[in-house]
DNA sequence: TGTCCCTTATA
DNA sequence: ATAAGGGAC
């Protein structure tokens, strides 16, 4: 072959469709140039067995057999990505230029500028883009130029700026095969095959551009108009559900966007929702701007908090076992579903951290573990919102009460039913609070309290008042 | 994106 | 007795 190879480097951005870097590089070939298209495998970033893992390769699995269909066949390279790209450019002395949509935060940022230095020294030049957020890190500051710090000022730019557009084009519409190299990658797609050999049947079903339109298409046509209210019931599907085809890149966040803006036009039916996009965006440039958020509080004055170090409690979290039903439901449908409601987000971390007083460390890197839709940066803003440490979080005197959440936003107790089948039978009058079932109706329905459920593991009243105490003296 | 506890008003 | 409102944490 005569010419040139340039590489398109995927990574949180599996999709054809609207794909930034992508869509430049075939804008930007010429007639001599061959395409082909790249994933690295690093294996020290893998959480073998979790999750988080399963669910992200079941999704390269989709994308890897979509792109070879579209004509643009993924090589994988194993390995540190310096080490990978050494044997890439050793294999393929001809690629000379590389795509890719860069990450802005986290252990990706640091990949890609160290990265940068490489393909410099290998000569390979390098066009990177900003395609993951509505708006980039650095996109909006405030009038003297410093990051906000406050969501709602932050919102009210980020509302005023005009969105990316959704670019139509996919890969096939350009004509062009990608080349195939893939014989030069034998040991390479062993371990490839060897690894999605371990991916669970049961998460290769939620993944693909198609599936993840079914959600936004259901979402806008039937929910978005009552998700202001029908959000905060875990017992109504009234969520959109996209969050792990948006971690994945599998759907684009600009087709988002514009599908829910042209199906609004004039009104404000999705303004809650866009809200919440716009937190995705916050939430990325505030780990930018603080890179050790995951191992330090950013609020300074919380960083000596003397948290519980029991084990038994975190373990009681961990499966459900807590004795408070909507805390346990929550629990329970992470760790079968690997998806959680996010009024039981904010729930459980509360809980954790305010009432089992743990450390939020701790919850995030479960919650790293199990969450088929895990983004770094929403993730740990999210901890260090309910545990009072983050910027903008929730004050540490503003403490859920895990009983009165549980009425408030299960009240009939639908939810806790289909989660904890051990309380499927008690009646309402109890089911918040079942320690409180005198014995003969425990016998009766068949849950004896410290056999078949627990007792709550805390008092709440006492340890609110413990943690307030804690903060206190800080 | 809270809850508690007090006061005051009304029954 | 209970609701509504406000300050405190």
């Not at 909507?326 to 305010?354: E, Y």
């Not at 989660?419 to 008690?426: G, H, K, Q, S, T």
């Amino acid at each position: 072959m005569s010419g040139t190879i340039t590489g398109m480097w995927f990574r949180k951005d599996l999709r054809l469709v609207d794909n930034t870097a992508l869509i430049a590089m075939m804008k930007e070939r010429d007639d001599n140039e061959s395409v082909i298209g790249i994933f690295n495998i690093n294996p020290s970033q893998l959480k073998k067995g979790t999750l988080n893992h399963q669910a992200f390769f079941a999704a390269v699995e989709q994308f890897s057999e979509e792109a070879e269909k579209a004509g643009l066949p993924i090589h994988f390279i194993v390995g540190k990505p310096e080490k990978a790209f050494e044997t890439l450019k050793k294999a393929i002395p001809e690629l000379t230029k590389i795509y890719f949509n860069r990450d802005e935060r986290g252990y990706g940022k640091k990949r890609d500028e160290a990265m940068l230095t490489f393909f410099s020294d290998y000569k390979i030049q390098v066009n990177h883009f900003q395609d993951s957020h509505l708006h980039g890190v650095s996109e909006i500051k405030k009038d003297n130029g410093e990051a906000f710090k406050v969501f709602t000022p932050y919102y009210n730019r980020w509302k005023k700026l005009k969105k990316p557009l959704f670019q139509k084009e996919e890969f096939a519409d350009f004509g062009v095969k990608g080349a195939d190299f893939r014989q030069l990658f034998k040991e390479e797609q062993k371990y490839v095959s060897d690894l999605l050999a371990e991916i669970p049947i049961e998460l290769k079903g939620e993944v693909g551009l198609q599936r993840a339109r079914g959600y936004l298409s259901r979402f806008i046509d039937k929910k978005v108009s009552s998700y202001e209210v029908d959000r905060d019931y875990p017992a109504i599907k009234g969520t959109s559900r996209i969050s792990r085809f948006l971690r994945t890149g599998e759907l684009s966040i600009r087709e988002v966007y514009h599908r829910l803006n042209d199906s609004d036009e004039g009104g404000n039916s999705s303004d809650t929702f866009l809200k919440e996009l716009c937190w995705r965006d916050f939430y990325n440039m505030i780990y930018a701007e603080n890179p050790e958020q995951q191992t330090l509080e950013i609020k300074e004055q919380y960083r000596g908090l003397h948290w519980n170090q029991n084990q038994g409690m975190l373990i009681a979290w961990k499966e459900g076992k807590t004795g408070f039903p909507i805390v346990d439901a929550g629990m329970r449908q992470l760790n079968q579903t690997g998806w959680m409601h996010n009024r039981l987000r904010m729930i459980v971390a509360s809980f954790l951290t305010k009432d089992l007083l743990t450390d939020w460390r701790l919850g995030e890197a479960y919650f790293s573990q199990q969450l088929v839709d895990y983004d770094s940066a929403s993730n740990i803003g999210g901890w260090q919102w309910a545990a009072s440490t983050g910027t903008d979080a929730v004050p540490y005197f503003r403490i859920f009460n895990p009983t009165l959440q549980g009425k408030n936003f299960d009240s009939d107790g639908t939810f806790i039913r289909f989660y904890v089948p051990e309380l499927a039978n008690v009646p309402i009058a109890y089911l918040h609070e079942p320690q409180k079932m005198p014995l003969d109706i425990q016998k009766q329905v068949g849950c004896i309290i410290g056999t078949d459920y627990p007792e709550p593991i805390v008092d709440h009243q006492k340890m609110r008042s413990e943690i307030l105490s804690l903060f206190k003296g800080q």
